[in-house]
C-alpha cells in the first residue's frame, strides 16, 4: 500500500495521508486489530454497530484531545474512516445476511461523504487482498456495485481501475458458477452511467470477435436492454445504436456454423431453473430475431425460424424467446415469418402432438413434453408478429385470428394454452389499437374470437381466483368494442350473460382468499379481485361509449337484473356496484345521447328501490347512490326536452321553501312528506333518504314508466328470496299510495299480484299487496272487479281474501256488488254442443257463473256484510235467475267420468247457484225462510228446469208465510225484472209475484188494480209458463173475496173423504185440502180449522207411508194459517200432536220423516218454542242422541202441563211395528224418567213395567253403544221401582 501511495500525484495528498498515517501509525492498527478480535465474537448487527460506533467514538476523542488544528482534525477522520472501511470490507466475507446489508448502508453513506477514500480503500483491499476467497470477493463486487451507484460522479481513474477489474471476473470460472460472474457483470452495468462509451466500446468489441461471446457480455446485453434507466438519458439513444450496429455485424456469423450451433445450443440449454428467464437467455432471443431481422437472405431466415421452432417448446420462457424472435423477424420478413409458422403447424410433428395430447392427455414422456405446448409457442408468436409488424399488420389480422382460434380450439386444454391465447390477443389487440385505420377496417374473425374468449370464460372455476385470465378477457372484449362490425344483439346477449355469470357467481372475497392459502406463492387476491371489477367495469363503460343511447344502457342493465335479485347478497353486491359506476361514467363523461327517451326506466327505479331495503348495508347505501347518480341523468335528459320558456328558476315554482330538504324516514312514514318535490337540485338529491328520492323520481316519471315502475314491483311479490318479496310490497305500496289515482288501467296489475299472492309466506308483505288492492279500489272497481272474475270460478283461500281487500272501504263494497250483478246478469247462451268451432275463449257465460260463485262466497265476509243487506232484493232476484240460466246451459249436476278427481274440490255452477241462495238467506237475517225450505227438502226442487217454478213458489210462500221484512223491496226490483228483455228473469218475477199475493205488504207496494194490470199484461207473453203463472195469479183470493165462503164450504165435504177405503184417493184429498188452505192465505179455514185438525191427526200412525206423509204435511198447513186468535183453540191438539212427531222422526219412509221435521218445526213455532234456530239445526242436520235429548228436552220444557199425555203417548208407541220408532219411544221414556222419575213411578204400572223391561232388554242388544249403555243403566232403575211396592208390602 505505501508503494502505491508514493506513486500518487500531489492531487490526491489528501487521500494519501490517511493512507500512509494508517500504515506507519502502529495505534491505528493496535485499534484496527483489537476491533477485529471483538467483531468476530460478535453475531449481531447491533453489536458490530455499537462497536464500530464507539471505537470511533474514542479514536476522535483522543484526537481532539491531543490535537487541536483543523487540519489535523480532518486528517484524523479521514484516517479512521478510512480504518473502519477497510474492517468491513474485510468483516464482509465473514458476515451473515443482515450485517452484509448494514455494512453495504454504512459503506454507501461513507461514500457519499468520502467518495475517493472509499473507492480507494475498496480498490486497495482487492489489490492487496488476492487470496480471499471468491465468496468474499462476490460480496465485495455487491458492495461496489452499490457504491457506484450511489455516486453521482466517478473520477476516471476509478472507471478503468473498475472496469479492468469488472471484465477480469466476468468470465472467471468459480465454485459460484453463473452468480459470481454476473456480479462481475453488475459492475460493468454499475459503470455504464459513468463511463458508456467505454463500456460500449467493450462490448462491440467483445460480441464482433467472431467468436460465439461469453454469457455473461450476454448478460450485461441483456439487463441493458430490459433496464435503460441504467444509462443517462443521453447515452439511451447511443445503446440503442449501439445494438442495432451489433446486429448488422454480426449477420456474417449466421453463416458460420460453429458461431450458428453455439447460438442455438446457448438459446437450447437447460439451466438449473428453467422457470427462470436468466438476462443472457433473453437477450440471446432478442439479438438473433435481430439479427435475422437485418438479414436479406429469405431463406437463410426461413431455416433458422425453422430450426429456432423445432426446439423443445416445454418451458414458458422458452416459449416466450421463441415468440420474441419471431415477432423481431416479422418486423422486415413478415411473409417468411407467416410461411414459418405455417408450415411449423402443418409439420407432422406438431399435428401429432396436437392428436396425441387431446386424445391422452396424461401422457408425460419426455419428448412429448417438448412438443406439448408447441401450439402455445405459435400463439405467443402471432401476438408478437402483430405487435412487431405495426402498421403493416391490419391486412393480416384476420388471418392471424384465424390461426389463433384454431390453434386455441384444437389444442391440449390448460392454464399454459389459456395464458398464451390471451397474451397473443392482447398484443394482437394492442397493434390494431395503435394502427390509424383500424376504425375503418372489417375484421371477419371477430364473431369466432368472441365465442372462444366465451368459452373460456365459461371454462374457468368457479369457486377460485388464481389468474388474471377473467380479467385479460374482459379488457380484450373491451378492446373489441371498437372495432368493425359491431357485435349483434345476440352475441353480446350471451357474452354480458357469461361474463356476469363468470365473475357474479365466485365466493365471497375471504372465500377467495382462503382458497388461495394453501398455494406455494397466493396472488393478492384482493387486489386480483379489484382489477377484475374494474375490467368488468371498463367493459360495460367501453359499449356505452361505443354507442351512447338510451336502447343500450337497457340492453346492458337489462343482463344485470338478474343478478340484482339473486338470493346470494355478495351477487346482488357486485351487480349494483356495477349499476353504480356505469351510472358515475355517464354522469362524468356525459356521453349519454340525449335524442332519445330512456327505456323502461320504471324497472330500473323498482329494481333500485327494492335494493335500498336490502338486508345488506352495503347494498343498501350503493343502491341509493345509484338511484342519486341515475336521478341525474334523467334529469338532464329531461332538462334537454324541456323548451327554453318552461326552464324555470326552482324557487320561482315553489317558492322560498324550495331550498329546504324535508327529512322523510325510509319506512316507517305511512303519509306523504308535507313538502312535494317537483324538482330537487343535483347537489340535494344525495341527501335524501331512499322514499324521498324513489318520490321525486316517481314524480319525473311518464305514465308509461310509472306503469313499468309498478309492474316491476309486483313482479318482485314472486320471488323467492324473502327481503325482495317484502322490499317489493313496501315499494308498491308506496308509489300506489302516491299515483295509485291517476293509473289508466290496473286489471291485469290484480290479476298479477293474485298470481304472486299465494306465494308469498311474510304476513306483513301480504298484507301491503291486499292493501294495495284496496287503494286501487278506489277508482278502478269495474275494471279490478272484471279481472278478479277470471280467476274467481272456484275461489280459493287467497282469491277470498283479495275480493275482501277490494271492498274493505265501504263505498267500495257496494260498488262491487252492484258490478257483480251486472256481470251475473250477463249471460249469454254457449254456442251449441256440436259446435266443434267454439272453444274455451269463446265462453262468455263463464263470466257469469264466475260473477255467482264471487257473490256467494262475499256473502259470508265481513266486509260485505252491510252491502250484501242493501242489496238483498237485487242479489235475491238475481240467484233466482241465474239458477234458472245454470238449467239453461244443461249443466251435468255429476262430474264426468273423467272428472272424479276434481268432484270434491271444484263444485258444479249448479251447487254453487244454489248455494249462494242459501247463503244469502242464511246470513242475512232470512234463516227462517232457508228453514223452510231446508225441512221440506225443497232445494232438490232447484235442481231441474220442470220443477223450478214449483221451488220459487214455496220459497216465495215461506217468505210470506213468515212475514219477511225483504218482501217490499222484493216486490219493487221485481216490477222491473217483469219488463225484462230476458224470459227467465220475467218467468221469476211472474212466479213470486203470484205468491206474493198472499202478503198483506202486497198492497203496501201495488194497489189491487196495479197488480190485476201486470197479470193481465202478463197474460200476453211469449211465454207459456209465463202465461200460466199469470192466469193463476189472477185467480187469487186478493181480487175474488168471494172465494173465501166458498172454499171454506167445500172443506167438511172433503174431510169426509178422508175415510176412503182407497189410500191413494185419501192422499189425494189430503193434498187437496192443503191447497185450499193455501189459497184462502191468511183468511184460514176458520172455524173448521179443529175439525181438520183432529181427523188429520189420526192418520199420523196410518199404515201407508203416504197417508202419514200426507196427514203430517196437511198439519203442518194448517198451523202454518192459524192466526193468534184461533191458537187456543188448537193449542191441545198442536202439543198432542208433538209425541208422535217427534217420533216419527225415526220413521222408515224418508218422505214421513221429512214432514214430520217440517210440522214439528211449524208447531214449535206457532208455540213460540226457544231457541227456534238451534230447533231449526237440529231438525236439519242432527240425528244423534245428543240431537234425540235437546228436542226431549224442548217438548217437556215447553209443555209441562201435558207430561202425562206425552209419557202415554210414548208408552203407547212401544207397540210400535216400527223398530227405530219404537226405539225413540223407549229413549224418550228413558229421559224422562231420568229426569223426573217420581213422577214417571207414579204414572206407570205393572203392566207397563214389563213393556219397559222387555223394551230396554231388546235395546241391550243395539249396534249403537251408548244406546246400549243408556238401556242398562235404565233397566237397573226399573227393577229397583219394581221392587219398592213388594218391601212395603
Request: aromatic share 8%.
Amino acid at each position: 500500500m505505501d508503494g502505491q501511495h508514493s506513486d500518487r500525484s500531489h492531487s490526491h495528498s489528501s487521500i494519501d495521508k490517511p493512507s500512509s498515517t494508517m500504515s506507519h501509525n502502529p495505534r491505528i492498527f493496535s485499534h484496527v486489530s483489537v476491533s477485529t478480535k471483538e467483531s468476530s465474537t460478535c453475531t449481531k448487527e447491533s453489536q458490530d454497530s455499537a462497536s464500530w460506533d464507539r471505537e470511533s467514538t474514542i479514536l476522535l476523542s483522543r484526537s481532539k484531545s491531543s490535537q487541536t488544528s483543523l487540519e489535523h482534525q480532518l486528517f484524523m477522520e479521514e484516517a479512521y474512516s478510512s480504518a473502519i472501511c477497510f474492517k468491513m470490507l474485510r468483516d464482509i466475507g465473514t458476515s451473515d445476511l443482515l450485517q452484509i446489508k448494514y455494512i453495504t448502508k454504512k459503506i454507501k453513506k461513507m461514500a457519499q461523504r468520502f467518495p475517493n477514500l472509499v473507492m480507494e480503500t475498496i480498490h486497495d483491499f482487492f489489490k492487496n487482498n488476492p487470496e480471499i476467497s471468491c465468496r468474499h470477493r462476490f460480496r465485495l463486487f455487491q458492495v461496489l456495485v452499490a457504491v457506484i451507484g450511489t455516486l453521482d460522479v466517478l473520477e476516471e481513474t476509478w472507471q478503468k481501475s473498475f472496469m479492468q477489474l469488472a471484465v477480469e471476473h466476468m468470465t472467471k470460472s468459480t465454485e459460484l458458477d453463473d452468480i459470481y460472474q454476473d456480479a462481475a457483470s453488475s459492475m460493468l452495468l454499475a459503470l455504464c452511467r459513468h463511463s458508456w462509451p467505454a463500456v460500449a466500446k467493450h462490448l462491440e468489441t467483445e460480441l464482433l470477435t467472431g467468436v460465439f461471446p461469453h454469457r455473461s457480455l450476454l448478460y450485461v446485453m441483456g439487463i441493458l436492454i430490459s433496464e435503460e434507466e441504467l444509462l443517462k438519458k443521453e447515452d439511451r439513444q447511443n445503446w440503442k445504436d449501439l445494438l442495432s450496429q451489433i446486429t448488422r455485424k454480426s449477420v456474417p456469423f449466421l453463416n458460420t456454423d460453429v458461431w450458428s450451433k453455439e447460438l442455438l445450443w446457448a438459446i437450447t440449454k437447460s439451466g438449473k431453473t428453467q422457470q427462470e428467464h436468466t438476462p443472457d437467455k433473453a437477450f440471446l432471443f432478442t439479438y438473433y430475431g435481430l439479427i435475422l431481422q437485418a438479414e436479406e437472405n429469405s431463406t437463410t431466415v426461413r431455416t433458422h425460424l425453422k430450426t429456432l421452432l423445432e426446439t423443445s417448446h416445454q418451458w414458458a420462457k422458452q416459449r416466450e424467446g421463441i415468440a420474441l424472435t419471431v415477432g423481431l423477424v416479422a418486423v422486415r420478413h413478415l411473409d417468411d415469418a407467416w410461411a414459418t409458422l405455417e408450415q411449423f403447424g402443418r409439420s407432422t410433428p406438431f399435428k401429432w402432438s396436437l392428436q396425441n395430447f387431446s386424445l391422452k392427455p396424461h401422457c408425460q414422456n419426455k419428448e412429448d413434453l417438448r412438443w406439448k405446448w408447441a401450439s402455445s409457442t405459435i400463439l405467443l408468436s402471432y401476438g408478437q408478429m402483430a405487435a412487431w409488424a405495426k402498421n403493416h399488420i391490419l391486412p393480416w389480422v384476420d388471418n392471424i385470428l384465424s390461426r389463433m382460434i384454431f390453434y386455441f380450439r384444437f389444442s391440449t386444454w390448460d392454464e399454459i394454452l389459456k395464458q398464451s391465447f390471451l397474451t397473443a390477443i392482447m398484443m394482437l389487440m394492442g397493434a390494431i389499437s395503435r394502427s390509424d385505420g383500424a376504425h375503418s377496417y372489417e375484421f371477419s374473425q371477430i364473431s369466432e374470437l368472441l365465442e372462444c374468449l366465451m368459452t373460456l370464460m365459461e371454462k374457468e372455476p368457479q369457486d377460485t381466483l388464481f389468474t388474471s385470465t377473467r380479467q385479460q378477457t374482459i379488457h380484450i372484449i373491451s378492446s373489441l368494442c371498437a372495432l368493425r362490425p359491431p357485435m349483434d344483439v345476440d352475441r353480446k346477449s350471451r357474452l354480458l350473460s357469461t361474463c356476469f355469470h363468470s365473475i357474479f357467481t365466485l365466493p365471497q372475497l375471504d372465500v377467495l382468499e382462503k382458497h388461495s392459502c394453501l398455494l406455494l406463492e397466493p396472488p393478492n387476491i384482493q387486489e386480483l379481485y379489484s382489477q377484475t371489477m374494474e375490467a368488468l367495469d371498463h367493459m360495460l363503460q367501453s359499449f356505452m361509449i361505443q354507442s351512447p343511447t338510451a336502447n343500450e344502457l337497457h340492453f346492458l342493465l337489462s343482463h344485470l337484473y338478474v343478478w340484482l335479485t339473486s338470493e346470494k347478497t355478495h351477487e346482488r353486491q357486485r351487480a349494483v356496484h356495477r349499476c353504480t359506476t356505469l351510472f358515475k361514467f355517464l354522469n362524468h363523461e356525459h356521453c349519454l345521447s340525449t335524442k332519445e327517451n330512456f327505456v323502461r326506466i320504471g324497472q330500473l327505479v323498482a329494481m333500485l328501490g327494492i335494493l335500498c331495503q336490502d338486508s345488506d348495508r352495503t347494498i343498501q347505501s350503493v343502491s341509493l347512490e345509484a338511484l342519486h347518480h341515475f336521478y341525474q341523468l334523467l334529469i338532464h335528459q329531461k332538462s334537454q326536452e324541456t323548451p327554453e320558456v318552461e326552464k324555470e328558476n326552482p324557487r320561482e315554482l315553489f317558492g322560498p321553501d324550495a331550498d329546504e330538504v324535508i327529512l322523510w324516514s325510509s319506512g316507517d312514514q305511512k303519509g306523504s312528506p308535507p313538502i312535494l318535490w317537483r324538482l330537487a337540485p343535483e347537489d340535494d338529491i344525495f341527501c335524501m333518504s331512499s322514499n324521498q328520492t324513489l318520490k321525486v323520481i316517481a314524480d319525473h316519471l311518464e305514465m308509461a314508466e310509472l306503469t313499468d315502475l309498478i309492474w316491476t314491483a309486483i313482479d318482485g311479490l314472486g320471488s323467492s328470496c324473502s327481503f325482495w318479496v317484502q322490499a317489493a310490497a313496501d315499494l308498491l305500496l308506496f308509489i300506489i299510495q302516491e299515483h295509485g289515482d291517476s293509473l289508466a288501467t290496473v286489471g291485469k296489475m290484480g290479476q298479477a299480484i293474485h298470481r304472486h299472492l299465494c306465494a308469498i309466506q311474510i304476513p306483513q308483505a301480504k298484507d301491503n299487496a291486499l292493501r294495495v288492492i284496496t287503494l286501487l279500489a278506489r277508482n278502478h272497481i269495474p275494471e279490478l272487479v272484471a279481472a278478479f272474475l277470471d280467476f274467481s270460478s272456484p275461489l280459493d283461500s287467497h282469491t277470498f281474501r283479495l275480493w275482501r281487500a277490494l271492498g274493505a272501504e265501504q263505498p267500495a263494497s257496494y260498488l262491487i256488488l252492484t258490478v257483480l250483478l251486472a256481470w251475473l246478469q250477463k249471460r249469454p247462451l254457449p254456442p251449441s254442443v256440436g259446435d266443434s268451432s267454439s272453444g274455451p275463449q269463446e265462453k262468455p257465460y263463464l263470466r257469469s257463473l264466475a260473477a255467482m260463485n264471487t257473490i256467494h262466497e262475499l256473502q259470508f265476509a265481513r266486509e260485505f256484510k252491510k252491502a250484501v243487506r242493501d242489496v238483498f232484493p237485487q242479489l235475491f232476484l238475481a240467484h233466482l235467475a241465474q239458477m234458472h240460466y245454470i238449467l239453461e246451459l244443461n249443466q251435468p249436476t255429476e262430474p264426468e267420468q273423467g272428472q272424479k278427481a276434481q268432484e270434491t274440490a271444484v263444485p258444479s255452477p249448479q251447487s254453487t247457484s244454489l248455494e249462494a241462495l242459501k247463503s244469502l238467506l242464511s246470513t242475512t237475517g232470512h234463516w227462517h225462510d232457508f228453514a223452510h225450505l231446508e225441512l221440506q227438502s225443497a232445494w232438490e226442487y232447484f235442481t231441474s228446469i220442470h220443477t223450478y217454478p214449483q221451488a220459487v213458489g214455496l220459497l216465495a210462500r215461506a217468505m210470506v208465510q213468515n212475514h219477511c221484512t225483504q218482501i217490499k223491496a222484493v216486490l219493487g226490483c221485481l216490477l222491473l225484472n217483469i219488463q225484462s228483455q230476458q224470459e227467465r228473469e220475467r218467468k221469476t218475477a211472474i212466479l213470486l209475484l203470484t205468491e206474493f199475493l198472499y202478503s198483506p205488504a202486497l198492497l203496501e207496494v201495488l194497489s189491487k188494480q196495479a197488480a190485476l194490470t201486470i197479470l193481465a199484461q202478463s197474460l200476453q207473453d211469449p211465454s207459456s209458463e209465463i202465461r200460466v203463472a199469470s192466469l193463476q195469479g189472477l185467480g187469487n183470493i186478493l181480487f175474488h173475496p168471494e172465494k173465501e165462503n166458498l172454499l171454506q164450504g167445500q172443506l167438511p165435504a172433503f174431510l169426509n173423504g178422508f175415510f176412503q177405503k182407497n189410500k191413494a184417493v185419501v192422499v189425494g184429498i189430503m193434498g187437496m185440502v192443503s191447497d185450499i188452505l193455501h189459497r184462502l192465505g191468511t183468511q184460514g179455514a176458520g172455524a173448521q180449522s179443529l175439525s181438520i185438525a183432529i181427523n188429520t191427526r189420526y192418520f199420523f200412525d196410518d199404515e201407508q207411508d203416504k197417508v202419514r206423509a200426507a196427514a203430517m204435511a196437511l198439519f203442518g198447513d194448517l198451523v202454518a194459517t192459524v192466526a193468534d186468535k184461533e191458537l187456543s183453540n188448537l193449542r191441545t191438539q198442536v202439543c198432542q200432536s208433538m209425541v208422535a212427531l217427534l217420533l216419527h222422526l225415526k220413521d222408515q219412509c224418508p218422505a214421513v220423516v221429512t214432514q214430520a221435521k217440517f210440522t214439528f218445526y211449524r208447531c214449535a213455532v206457532l208455540l213460540r218454542w226457544q231457541p227456534r234456530h238451534t230447533l231449526f239445526c237440529t231438525l236439519a242436520w242432527e240425528t244423534g242422541l245428543s240431537a234425540r235429548h235437546f228436542l226431549w228436552t224442548c217438548l217437556m220444557t215447553h209443555s209441562q202441563e201435558e207430561f202425562s199425555i206425552h209419557l202415554s203417548q210414548a208408552i203407547n208407541y212401544l207397540h210400535s211395528p216400527h223398530r227405530h220408532i219404537k226405539t225413540w219411544a223407549a229413549l224418550f221414556i228413558g229421559y224422562t224418567t231420568c229426569y223426573q222419575p217420581q213422577a214417571v213411578s207414579q204414572m206407570i204400572n205393572d203392566k207397563d213395567i214389563q213393556l219397559l223391561f222387555s223394551t230396554f232388554k231388546d235395546l241391550q242388544k243395539d249396534p249403537e253403544p251408548g244406546i246400549r249403555e243408556f238401556a242398562t243403566k235404565l233397566l237397573s232403575f226399573f227393577r229397583k221401582m219394581s221392587a219398592r211396592p213388594k218391601k212395603q208390602l
